[in-house]
Protein backbone atom coordinates (compact mmCIF):
# COMPACT_ATOMS: atom_id res chain seq x y z
CA UNK A 1 0.00 0.00 0.00
CA UNK A 2 1.73 3.47 -1.11
CA UNK A 3 1.03 6.27 1.13
CA UNK A 4 0.41 8.59 -2.05
CA UNK A 5 -2.04 5.99 -3.28
CA UNK A 6 -3.92 6.27 0.08
CA UNK A 7 -4.54 9.28 0.22
CA UNK A 8 -4.62 10.71 -3.09
CA UNK A 9 -7.43 13.39 -3.27
CA UNK A 10 -7.92 13.07 -7.19
CA UNK A 11 -9.87 9.43 -5.87
CA UNK A 12 -13.49 9.64 -7.50
CA UNK A 13 -14.49 6.99 -4.26
CA UNK A 14 -13.83 9.72 -1.67
CA UNK A 15 -17.31 10.03 -0.40
CA UNK A 16 -19.11 7.67 -2.44
CA UNK A 17 -18.71 4.35 -0.96
CA UNK A 18 -14.91 3.43 -1.49
CA UNK A 19 -14.64 3.27 2.20
CA UNK A 20 -11.28 1.93 3.62
CA UNK A 21 -10.63 -0.46 0.73
CA UNK A 22 -8.13 -0.31 -1.91
CA UNK A 23 -7.54 -0.07 -5.35
CA UNK A 24 -7.38 -3.71 -5.99
CA UNK A 25 -10.21 -4.99 -2.99
CA UNK A 26 -12.46 -2.30 -3.19
CA UNK A 27 -15.25 -2.31 -0.77
CA UNK A 28 -19.06 -3.15 -1.90
CA UNK A 29 -20.86 0.09 -3.17
CA UNK A 30 -24.00 1.47 -1.61
CA UNK A 31 -26.73 3.02 -4.03
CA UNK A 32 -26.20 6.30 -4.51
CA UNK A 33 -28.48 9.43 -4.49
CA UNK A 34 -30.28 10.62 -8.05
CA UNK A 35 -29.83 6.96 -9.60
CA UNK A 36 -26.17 7.03 -10.23
CA UNK A 37 -22.65 7.77 -9.08
CA UNK A 38 -22.10 11.21 -11.26
CA UNK A 39 -24.14 13.05 -8.03
CA UNK A 40 -21.27 15.37 -5.19
CA UNK A 41 -19.70 13.50 -2.54
CA UNK A 42 -21.88 13.13 0.52
CA UNK A 43 -19.61 15.17 3.56
CA UNK A 44 -20.64 12.22 6.30
CA UNK A 45 -19.34 9.61 3.65
CA UNK A 46 -16.21 11.73 2.92
CA UNK A 47 -15.23 12.07 6.53
CA UNK A 48 -15.98 8.23 6.97
CA UNK A 49 -13.75 7.41 3.58
CA UNK A 50 -10.81 9.67 5.22
CA UNK A 51 -11.16 8.05 9.04
CA UNK A 52 -10.71 4.39 7.47
CA UNK A 53 -7.92 5.03 5.41
CA UNK A 54 -6.39 6.27 8.24
CA UNK A 55 -7.35 3.86 10.67
CA UNK A 56 -6.30 0.86 7.98
CA UNK A 57 -3.27 2.43 7.44
CA UNK A 58 -2.25 1.13 11.39
CA UNK A 59 -4.50 -2.01 10.67
CA UNK A 60 -7.87 -1.08 11.89
CA UNK A 61 -10.85 -2.56 10.42
CA UNK A 62 -13.15 -0.52 8.08
CA UNK A 63 -15.78 1.09 9.96
CA UNK A 64 -19.55 1.58 8.60
CA UNK A 65 -21.71 3.88 10.13
CA UNK A 66 -22.14 7.54 11.67
CA UNK A 67 -18.59 9.04 11.34
CA UNK A 68 -18.75 11.07 14.40
CA UNK A 69 -19.87 8.33 16.76
CA UNK A 70 -22.99 6.50 17.67
CA UNK A 71 -24.73 3.34 15.91
CA UNK A 72 -23.51 1.77 13.08
CA UNK A 73 -22.47 -1.41 11.84
CA UNK A 74 -19.67 -3.55 14.03
CA UNK A 75 -21.23 -1.71 17.30
CA UNK A 76 -19.64 -1.43 20.81
CA UNK A 77 -15.88 -2.57 21.05
CA UNK A 78 -15.87 -4.41 17.30
CA UNK A 79 -15.24 -1.24 15.77
CA UNK A 80 -12.45 -0.02 18.29
CA UNK A 81 -8.82 1.00 17.26
CA UNK A 82 -7.26 -2.70 16.70
CA UNK A 83 -3.53 -1.78 14.65
CA UNK A 84 -1.65 -5.11 13.33
CA UNK A 85 2.07 -4.94 14.62
CA UNK A 86 3.20 -5.10 11.37
CA UNK A 87 1.35 -2.28 10.24
CA UNK A 88 1.89 -0.29 13.59
CA UNK A 89 5.61 -0.60 12.81
CA UNK A 90 5.67 1.09 9.37
CA UNK A 91 3.00 4.00 10.23
CA UNK A 92 5.76 4.67 13.30
CA UNK A 93 8.54 4.40 11.14
CA UNK A 94 6.74 6.69 8.20
CA UNK A 95 5.84 8.97 10.94
CA UNK A 96 9.57 9.35 12.16
CA UNK A 97 11.32 9.59 9.00
CA UNK A 98 8.49 12.56 7.82
CA UNK A 99 9.28 13.72 11.27
CA UNK A 100 13.36 13.37 10.11
CA UNK A 101 13.20 15.22 6.65
CA UNK A 102 11.50 17.85 7.82
CA UNK A 103 13.57 18.75 10.36
CA UNK A 104 16.51 18.11 7.77
CA UNK A 105 14.40 20.36 5.51
CA UNK A 106 14.35 23.25 8.27
CA UNK A 107 17.69 23.46 8.17
CA UNK A 108 18.53 24.97 4.38
CA UNK A 109 18.76 28.77 4.07
CA UNK A 110 19.41 31.76 1.43
CA UNK A 111 21.73 34.00 2.27
CA UNK A 112 21.20 37.28 0.54
CA UNK A 113 24.18 39.64 -1.52
CA UNK A 114 25.53 41.85 0.38
CA UNK A 115 25.18 39.14 3.03
CA UNK A 116 27.23 36.67 5.63
CA UNK A 117 25.56 34.34 7.90
CA UNK A 118 27.68 33.49 11.08
CA UNK A 119 26.56 29.51 12.43
CA UNK A 120 26.85 28.75 15.96
CA UNK A 121 26.45 25.10 17.34
CA UNK A 122 25.11 25.13 20.95
CA UNK A 123 25.93 28.47 21.16
CA UNK A 124 29.41 28.33 20.29
CA UNK A 125 31.02 29.88 16.77
CA UNK A 126 31.22 27.71 14.51
CA UNK A 127 31.82 28.96 10.90
CA UNK A 128 30.74 32.16 8.10
CA UNK A 129 29.43 31.33 5.44
CA UNK A 130 28.83 33.75 2.16
CA UNK A 131 25.83 34.58 0.22
CA UNK A 132 24.26 31.79 -1.94
CA UNK A 133 21.89 29.04 -0.79
CA UNK A 134 23.92 27.13 2.46
CA UNK A 135 22.55 24.80 4.65
CA UNK A 136 23.41 23.99 8.55
CA UNK A 137 22.28 21.38 11.10
CA UNK A 138 18.79 22.35 12.30
CA UNK A 139 17.96 23.55 15.41
CA UNK A 140 18.78 23.34 18.20
CA UNK A 141 21.90 22.05 17.50
CA UNK A 142 22.70 24.93 15.36
CA UNK A 143 22.00 28.35 14.38
CA UNK A 144 22.56 31.28 12.04
CA UNK A 145 22.61 34.80 12.21
CA UNK A 146 22.30 37.09 9.35
CA UNK A 147 24.55 39.64 9.20
CA UNK A 148 25.04 42.80 6.46
CA UNK A 149 28.30 43.84 5.42
CA UNK A 150 27.58 46.20 2.69
CA UNK A 151 25.08 48.39 4.73
CA UNK A 152 26.89 51.89 5.27
CA UNK A 153 26.03 52.61 8.98
CA UNK A 154 26.47 56.59 9.85
CA UNK A 155 26.54 57.91 13.10
CA UNK A 156 26.06 61.39 13.69
CA UNK A 157 28.44 63.13 16.52
CA UNK A 158 27.65 66.47 17.94
CA UNK A 159 24.19 66.85 16.44
CA UNK A 160 20.84 65.02 15.99
CA UNK A 161 19.40 65.16 12.47
CA UNK A 162 20.51 69.13 11.80
CA UNK A 163 22.79 70.57 12.36
CA UNK A 164 20.80 73.52 14.78
CA UNK A 165 19.92 70.50 16.64
CA UNK A 166 23.30 70.64 18.72
CA UNK A 167 25.06 68.27 21.79
CA UNK A 168 27.11 70.23 23.71
CA UNK A 169 28.36 67.40 25.36
CA UNK A 170 29.15 66.16 22.52
CA UNK A 171 30.45 69.16 20.28
CA UNK A 172 32.38 71.11 22.77
CA UNK A 173 35.87 70.50 22.87
CA UNK A 174 39.32 72.11 24.20
CA UNK A 175 42.12 72.94 21.47
CA UNK A 176 45.83 72.86 22.17
CA UNK A 177 45.97 77.02 22.89
CA UNK A 178 43.17 76.41 25.53
CA UNK A 179 40.18 77.55 23.07
CA UNK A 180 36.69 75.90 23.31
CA UNK A 181 35.65 74.77 19.48
CA UNK A 182 32.32 73.75 18.50
CA UNK A 183 32.52 70.74 16.24
CA UNK A 184 29.88 68.31 14.73
CA UNK A 185 31.41 65.44 12.47
CA UNK A 186 29.77 62.35 10.79
CA UNK A 187 31.17 58.87 11.02
CA UNK A 188 30.40 56.33 8.35
CA UNK A 189 31.24 52.51 8.65
CA UNK A 190 30.49 48.86 7.91
CA UNK A 191 31.16 45.42 9.12
CA UNK A 192 34.01 43.70 7.64
CA UNK A 193 32.77 40.43 5.88
CA UNK A 194 35.69 38.59 7.77
CA UNK A 195 34.71 40.51 11.00
CA UNK A 196 30.58 39.11 11.23
CA UNK A 197 31.45 36.62 14.22
CA UNK A 198 33.56 39.41 16.10
CA UNK A 199 30.78 42.20 14.98
CA UNK A 200 28.42 39.83 16.89
CA UNK A 201 30.56 38.10 19.71
CA UNK A 202 33.65 40.12 20.67
CA UNK A 203 31.82 43.52 21.58
CA UNK A 204 28.36 43.51 23.53
CA UNK A 205 27.86 46.85 21.79
CA UNK A 206 29.78 47.49 18.82
CA UNK A 207 27.52 50.45 17.46
CA UNK A 208 28.10 52.50 20.77
CA UNK A 209 31.73 51.68 20.94
CA UNK A 210 31.79 53.17 17.29
CA UNK A 211 30.14 55.73 18.49
CA UNK A 212 32.19 56.51 21.58
CA UNK A 213 35.85 55.69 20.26
CA UNK A 214 34.82 58.31 17.84
CA UNK A 215 34.62 61.40 19.93
CA UNK A 216 37.40 60.21 21.75
CA UNK A 217 39.32 59.83 18.79
CA UNK A 218 38.38 63.54 18.29
CA UNK A 219 38.85 64.87 21.30
CA UNK A 220 42.27 63.67 21.15
CA UNK A 221 42.77 64.90 17.80
CA UNK A 222 41.58 68.33 18.70
CA UNK A 223 43.86 68.83 21.68
CA UNK A 224 46.88 68.43 19.61
CA UNK A 225 45.78 71.26 17.85
CA UNK A 226 45.37 75.06 17.91
CA UNK A 227 41.77 76.60 17.38
CA UNK A 228 42.92 78.33 13.95
CA UNK A 229 44.03 75.29 12.39
CA UNK A 230 40.56 73.36 13.03
CA UNK A 231 38.31 76.20 12.16
CA UNK A 232 40.40 77.18 8.87
CA UNK A 233 42.98 75.53 7.34
CA UNK A 234 43.29 71.97 8.73
CA UNK A 235 39.58 70.33 8.34
CA UNK A 236 40.42 67.76 6.12
CA UNK A 237 43.68 66.69 7.91
CA UNK A 238 41.97 66.50 11.02
CA UNK A 239 39.43 64.45 9.71
CA UNK A 240 41.89 62.22 8.32
CA UNK A 241 44.27 62.28 11.56
CA UNK A 242 41.05 61.23 13.16
CA UNK A 243 39.71 58.15 10.55
CA UNK A 244 42.92 55.85 11.17
CA UNK A 245 43.24 56.94 14.91
CA UNK A 246 39.19 55.26 15.26
CA UNK A 247 40.32 52.24 13.30
CA UNK A 248 43.35 51.40 15.19
CA UNK A 249 40.76 51.57 18.14
CA UNK A 250 38.21 49.48 16.86
CA UNK A 251 41.13 46.95 15.88
CA UNK A 252 42.41 46.62 19.78
CA UNK A 253 38.47 46.27 20.41
CA UNK A 254 38.45 43.66 17.29
CA UNK A 255 34.52 44.29 17.14
CA UNK A 256 35.32 43.57 13.29
CA UNK A 257 34.52 46.98 12.28
CA UNK A 258 35.58 49.14 9.29
CA UNK A 259 35.73 52.75 9.69
CA UNK A 260 34.71 54.66 5.46
CA UNK A 261 34.73 58.01 6.34
CA UNK A 262 35.05 60.78 8.84
CA UNK A 263 33.60 64.08 7.75
CA UNK A 264 33.88 67.24 9.91
CA UNK A 265 30.34 69.28 9.05
CA UNK A 266 31.15 72.71 10.87
CA UNK A 267 33.92 73.77 13.07
CA UNK A 268 33.27 77.06 14.89
CA UNK A 269 33.05 78.95 18.90
CA UNK A 270 31.01 78.74 20.92
CA UNK A 271 27.68 80.71 19.87
CA UNK A 272 28.49 83.15 23.62
CA UNK A 273 31.16 83.77 22.64
CA UNK A 274 30.71 84.11 18.84
CA UNK A 275 30.64 88.06 18.78
CA UNK A 276 34.09 88.63 20.70
CA UNK A 277 35.65 86.07 18.62
CA UNK A 278 34.90 87.91 15.52
CA UNK A 279 36.08 91.36 16.78
CA UNK A 280 38.97 89.24 17.23
CA UNK A 281 39.07 87.91 13.32
CA UNK A 282 39.02 91.08 12.26
CA UNK A 283 41.55 92.65 14.69
CA UNK A 284 43.73 89.87 13.43
CA UNK A 285 42.48 90.47 9.68
CA UNK A 286 43.46 94.25 10.01
CA UNK A 287 46.91 92.96 11.98
CA UNK A 288 48.20 90.76 8.58
CA UNK A 289 46.88 93.71 6.37
CA UNK A 290 49.18 96.16 7.89
CA UNK A 291 52.01 93.96 8.00
CA UNK A 292 51.86 92.68 4.33
CA UNK A 293 51.57 96.43 3.43
CA UNK A 294 54.19 97.08 5.49
CA UNK A 295 56.43 94.20 4.11
CA UNK A 296 55.26 95.10 0.55
CA UNK A 297 56.88 98.94 1.22
CA UNK A 298 59.84 97.26 2.30
CA UNK A 299 60.16 95.27 -0.77
CA UNK A 300 59.93 98.65 -2.90
CA UNK A 301 61.90 100.46 -0.63
CA UNK A 302 65.15 98.51 0.30
CA UNK A 303 65.61 97.22 -3.59
CA UNK A 304 65.65 100.87 -4.49
CA UNK A 305 68.01 101.85 -1.64
CA UNK A 306 70.17 99.29 -2.48
CA UNK A 307 70.36 100.12 -6.00
CA UNK A 308 70.91 103.52 -5.50
CA UNK A 309 73.95 102.78 -3.19
CA UNK A 310 75.55 100.23 -4.98
CA UNK A 311 75.22 102.99 -8.06
CA UNK A 312 76.54 105.86 -5.73
CA UNK A 313 79.47 103.56 -5.00
CA UNK A 314 80.49 102.58 -8.33
CA UNK A 315 80.64 106.11 -9.35
CA UNK A 316 82.83 106.94 -6.30
CA UNK A 317 85.22 104.53 -7.81
CA UNK A 318 84.87 105.70 -11.39
CA UNK A 319 85.81 109.23 -9.98
CA UNK A 320 88.60 107.93 -7.61
CA UNK A 321 89.82 106.33 -10.24
CA UNK A 322 89.90 109.03 -12.83
CA UNK A 323 91.19 111.35 -10.39
CA UNK A 324 93.99 109.32 -9.64
CA UNK A 325 94.73 108.37 -13.44
CA UNK A 326 94.54 112.15 -13.98
CA UNK A 327 97.04 112.76 -10.97
CA UNK A 328 99.75 110.27 -12.11
CA UNK A 329 99.12 111.34 -16.23
CA UNK A 330 99.84 114.79 -15.01
CA UNK A 331 102.50 114.08 -13.05
CA UNK A 332 104.23 112.16 -15.62
CA UNK A 333 104.09 114.89 -18.06
CA UNK A 334 105.48 117.15 -15.82
CA UNK A 335 108.42 114.81 -14.93
CA UNK A 336 108.87 114.65 -18.95
CA UNK A 337 108.20 118.88 -19.21
CA UNK A 338 111.05 118.79 -16.14
CA UNK A 339 113.50 116.69 -17.94
CA UNK A 340 113.14 119.17 -21.12
CA UNK A 341 113.03 121.97 -19.55
CA UNK A 342 116.72 120.88 -17.56
CA UNK A 343 118.32 119.92 -20.68
CA UNK A 344 117.26 123.60 -23.05
CA UNK A 345 115.69 125.90 -20.48
CA UNK A 346 115.04 129.13 -23.17
CA UNK A 347 113.73 126.84 -26.19
CA UNK A 348 110.65 125.22 -23.52
CA UNK A 349 110.12 128.48 -21.87
CA UNK A 350 108.75 129.61 -25.36
CA UNK A 351 107.24 126.39 -25.82
CA UNK A 352 105.07 126.54 -22.78
CA UNK A 353 104.30 129.80 -23.01
CA UNK A 354 102.95 129.35 -26.95
CA UNK A 355 101.37 126.55 -25.70
CA UNK A 356 99.85 128.22 -22.91
CA UNK A 357 98.61 131.42 -25.40
CA UNK A 358 97.13 128.84 -27.72
CA UNK A 359 94.56 126.95 -25.45
CA UNK A 360 93.94 130.63 -24.28
CA UNK A 361 93.41 132.43 -27.74
CA UNK A 362 91.27 129.29 -29.28
CA UNK A 363 88.73 129.82 -27.14
CA UNK A 364 88.44 133.46 -28.05
CA UNK A 365 87.36 135.58 -30.94
CA UNK A 366 88.20 139.33 -29.19
CA UNK A 367 91.88 140.33 -27.85
CA UNK A 368 93.41 143.10 -26.38
CA UNK A 369 96.93 143.84 -26.70
CA UNK A 370 98.78 146.00 -24.46
CA UNK A 371 101.37 147.82 -26.20
CA UNK A 372 104.91 149.25 -24.42
CA UNK A 373 104.93 152.82 -25.87
CA UNK A 374 101.24 154.25 -25.89
CA UNK A 375 98.30 153.93 -22.83
CA UNK A 376 95.70 152.52 -25.54
CA UNK A 377 94.89 149.05 -26.13
CA UNK A 378 95.16 147.44 -29.32
CA UNK A 379 91.53 145.55 -30.50
CA UNK A 380 92.31 142.76 -32.77
CA UNK A 381 89.33 141.45 -34.73
CA UNK A 382 89.95 137.67 -34.80
CA UNK A 383 86.67 136.35 -36.02
CA UNK A 384 86.56 138.88 -38.79
CA UNK A 385 90.40 138.04 -39.70
CA UNK A 386 89.45 134.45 -39.86
CA UNK A 387 86.71 134.99 -42.09
CA UNK A 388 89.21 136.74 -44.14
CA UNK A 389 91.48 134.20 -44.23
CA UNK A 390 89.12 131.32 -44.93
CA UNK A 391 87.74 133.56 -48.10
CA UNK A 392 91.27 133.86 -49.94
CA UNK A 393 92.22 130.20 -49.40
CA UNK A 394 88.46 129.54 -50.79
CA UNK A 395 89.50 130.22 -55.00
CA UNK A 396 92.49 128.14 -54.44
CA UNK A 397 90.84 125.01 -52.90
CA UNK A 398 87.96 125.19 -56.08
CA UNK A 399 90.25 126.05 -58.84
CA UNK A 400 90.31 122.50 -59.62
CA UNK A 401 86.33 121.75 -59.32
CA UNK A 402 84.57 121.09 -62.67
CA UNK A 403 82.25 124.23 -62.55
CA UNK A 404 85.44 127.07 -62.52
CA UNK A 405 86.41 128.54 -59.49
CA UNK A 406 84.03 129.87 -57.03
CA UNK A 407 83.34 133.33 -57.10
CA UNK A 408 85.32 135.43 -54.41
CA UNK A 409 84.30 137.37 -51.28
CA UNK A 410 83.23 140.71 -51.60
CA UNK A 411 84.10 141.21 -47.60
CA UNK A 412 86.74 143.72 -47.38
CA UNK A 413 90.00 142.90 -46.32
CA UNK A 414 91.44 144.84 -42.86
CA UNK A 415 94.62 146.60 -43.40
CA UNK A 416 97.37 144.35 -42.43
CA UNK A 417 100.27 145.97 -39.89
CA UNK A 418 102.50 143.45 -39.49
CA UNK A 419 104.77 146.09 -37.56
CA UNK A 420 102.50 146.59 -35.01
CA UNK A 421 101.36 143.08 -34.57
CA UNK A 422 104.80 141.74 -34.63
CA UNK A 423 105.55 144.99 -31.75
CA UNK A 424 102.41 144.13 -29.77
CA UNK A 425 103.23 140.16 -29.74
CA UNK A 426 106.70 140.76 -28.60
CA UNK A 427 106.00 143.35 -25.86
CA UNK A 428 103.12 141.12 -24.93
CA UNK A 429 105.55 138.48 -24.96
CA UNK A 430 108.22 140.46 -22.85
CA UNK A 431 105.75 141.67 -20.64
CA UNK A 432 104.30 138.13 -19.58
CA UNK A 433 108.52 136.94 -19.51
CA UNK A 434 108.86 139.90 -16.65
CA UNK A 435 106.38 138.91 -14.34
Known amino acids: MHLSRLFNLNDPGWGRGNQGGSDDNPPPRRPQRNGGNQGPPDLDELWRDFNNRLGGLFGRKPKRGNPFGGGGQGGGNGGGFRPS ?81 KVSAESL ?93 NAQPPEQVQAAFDD ?28 TAARMLEEAEGYRARVVNDARGNAARFDEVLKAYQAAPEVTRDRLYMETMQDIYAGSNKVLVDTDNSNNMLYLPLDRLMQESAARQAPRDTSLMPNGPAPASTTPAAPANPGSNRGATLSSRSLDRNR
Open 85 to 165: PRGARLGVLAVVVGAILLWLASGFFIIQEGQVGVITRFGEYKTTVPAGFQWHIPRPIESVQVVDVSQLRTFEIGFRGNARN
Open 280 to 307: AVKAGQDRERQINEGEAYANSVIPRATG
Open 173 to 265: MLTDDENIVDLQFVVQYRIRPDGAADYLFNDRDPDDAVRQGAETAMREVIGRTTMDFVLYEGRTEIASRTQALLQRIMDLYKNGILISTVAIL
